[in-house]
Each structure stands twice: as C-alpha cells, then as structure tokens.
C-alpha cells in the first residue's frame, strides 16, 4: 500500500472533490527512448526539463559536468571514439528523435555558468535559466536559439534586491498576465515576478508569502516547527489554470501554495524525516482542463509521488532508487505532455532523461 500524506498543514480551501484513487494513472518505463544521439553526442546532467504545445520534449543539460572519459573523443589527443558534449538546449519529439540543439555562450548575453530550468510558451519563444555561483539571469530565446532578451544580471545574491536573481532555479510563465514567474533559488529564498514584456519587477515573496530575508538558519530538523523561511533551493514554481501557484521548498519537504499577488493559501509536507536535499524537488500537472493531479518529484528518495490537487493526498507513487531502466538517481526534473507520458530528468551522475507511459489503471 503506497504511503499516505505525512503531514498536511494549514490546508486549506483548494475546492470540493478530487481524483478518485480508481482514477489514478499507472506508469511502465520505455526503456527505448530516447533514441541514439547523433554526432557522438552525450548529454550530462539534466538541469532543466519542460513539454511545448507541440508535445516536444526541451532539455537543459549540462555540457560541463561531463567526466574526461565520457567526452574522451574531444581530448587532444583523442583518448576514445565516444563522445562530445552535446548543446545545452535540446529538443525531442515524442519518439525520441532529437529535433534540434543548441545553447552555450554568445554575444550580447550572459549564458549561465550551471544550466538549470527551461520554459517553452505558446509562441515557440525558450526561457532559460541557471544556478551558477554568480547566475543572477533568466535569458529568453527563438525557437531556433536566437537571442531575444536578458532579465537580470550575474552578481552577488540578496534576497530583496528586484534588479537580478540568486542561482535561479525554474520559470514559469503567465502569458495572459505577461508576467513571468522564477523560482529564486539556490541563493535568494523567494519567488520573483517580473513583466515578461518589459522586464520591469512587478513583485516578490517569501515563505507564507512574507518578505524574505537572507538570515542564516539551521539546518532543517523535522522535529522542529517549519521555517518562516524558504530553504535553498527554492526550487519550483507552477500556475494551475485556477490562479493557484505551487512552489517547491525542497530542503524543508514541502509545497507551499499561493495566489498569484503572493497571499499565503496552505501547505503540503512530503517524507518529513527526508534530511540532505530534501522530498520536494519538481512538480508536472496532469493535462486536464482542471489538472486534478500533480506530479511531485522526489530526488532524494528517487521517486514520482501522484497528489490530488485539491487536497494534497498522495495516490499513488512510483520510480525506486537505482540504475536500470525505470530506476533514478538524484532525479532532478520532471514533465508531462497532453497524453500523459512523463519524462524525467537526473543530476549527478545519473545523466540521463527517461520516458514512462500511461498504463491501463487498475
């Protein structure tokens, strides 16, 4: 029997009814996807991972944390045949061919020094972010990787500062409100909002929606009441069609949930005896009109738990610390196209992006 919800504080007036748990997807790995990379290219880790509106699946992996021996055919001299670094940003359709690639430093940006999260809106238009030691940018490109606009600058983190960002860590984009959302980060402890037009600051919060700060607190301690304050990495953020928005406080093992002006509505704990990184690290949304489930990733201990929205109850979970097919290690980043196959992405040494499709329920 999968585990219950281990806590759920502060919840909360999300709505009436929910999934059933006779309504609850099933998953099988494809163990054939993704296809073979062409020009001896091998990805690193997955930093970033998002699905467009044409089901196509978008990667921001990491070139640098390549080992010599995975990219010995790029040594001089060549230490073996295999491989190269493949480009930051890759692009796959729903089979597994990869469509396109491309990314890394040019002219008039400040490409991030650790790739992190990944947007795609309905324009086609790609929004990076990166959690490097001094990334403080989100970068928004063509379809093709054309540079189009900079938010942000690198710099020294401060959680108050609306100029730039903290080692930002995932995006969101509210495109009737032209207003895009960042998950700020490994460094800051908030979630910003900024005009995805303009790049103006329109406005940002903290845990509970208070105004952050950059106090230094403990270590997270299950036995202690929760923090008044975001953990690092603030690690997700997501808008249902409802105006909720769902943040990822990954070290502190909880969802918060807010409205979209930063008010306070509830939160969620998750494995709250999980210490090192945390139980909280990405969220997918089903891809029905309500999106009546979430998807909550867990690195730490290597599994996919399926929540009710509404309520935050767990339904079900899936995926086991490992190396085979179907398997994760330190798995980083999640997403969902509108047939309901997840795709997964690790960090670490892990390095690789999986696809897992919707059996038959119960």
Not at 45 to 58: A, L, P, S
Not at 130 to 145: E, S
Not at 301 to 306: A, D, K, T
Request: charged share 20%; net charge negative.
């Amino acid at each position: 029997m999968r585990r219950l919800i281990a806590a759920v504080v502060a919840v909360i007036a999300l709505g009436s009814g929910g999934a059933r748990a006779d309504e609850v997807p099933h998953y099988v790995v494809d163990a054939t996807w993704p296809k073979q990379l062409p020009n001896s290219w091998i990805m690193g880790q997955i930093g970033g991972m998002t699905v467009d509106r044409q089901d196509h699946i978008w990667v921001n992996q990491r070139p640098r944390t390549l080992t010599s021996d995975e990219k010995g055919a790029t040594l001089n001299p060549p230490e073996s045949k295999c491989c190269a670094p493949a480009p930051s940003v890759m692009e796959f359709d729903q089979a597994g061919n990869l469509i396109q690639a491309w990314g890394g430093p040019g002219a008039g940006y400040d490409w991030p020094e650790v790739e992190h999260g990944i947007f795609v809106d309905s324009k086609g238009f790609v929004w990076v972010a990166g959690n490097g030691p001094k990334d403080g940018q989100i970068l928004k490109f063509t379809h093709d990787g054309k540079f189009v606009k900079q938010i942000g600058h690198p710099g020294e983190p401060d959680s108050n500062d609306t100029t730039h960002m903290g080692r930002p860590a995932n995006i969101w984009l509210d495109e009737p409100a032209n207003e895009i959302y960042v998950a700020d980060g490994y460094a800051n402890h908030r979630v910003i909002v900024f005009d995805s037009e303009t790049g103006a600051y329109k406005r940002h919060w903290g845990a509970y929606g208070k105004r952050p700060t950059d106090e230094k607190v403990g270590a997270y301690d299950p036995k202690a009441p929760p923090s008044s304050q975001f953990g690092n990495p603030v690690h997700c953020v997501q808008i249902a069609p409802d105006g909720l928005v769902y943040v990822c406080d990954r070290v502190n093992d909880r969802i918060q949930i807010f409205h979209k002006d930063g008010s306070f509505v509830g939160e969620w704990f998750y494995e709250r005896n999980t210490l090192r990184a945390g139980s909280t690290w990405d969220l997918a949304m089903a891809p029905d009109a309500t999106r009546s489930l979430l998807f909550s990733l867990d690195g730490t201990n290597n599994e996919v738990r399926i929540l009710d929205r509404r309520t935050g109850e767990v339904l079900g979970a899936f995926g086991h610390n490992g190396r085979n097919a179907g398997q994760f290690h330190w798995v980083h980043q999640i997403a969902i196209d509108s047939q309901w196959n997840i795709y997964t992405g690790e960090v670490d040494t892990g390095k690789r992006i999986q696809k897992f499709t919707r059996a038959s329920t119960p």
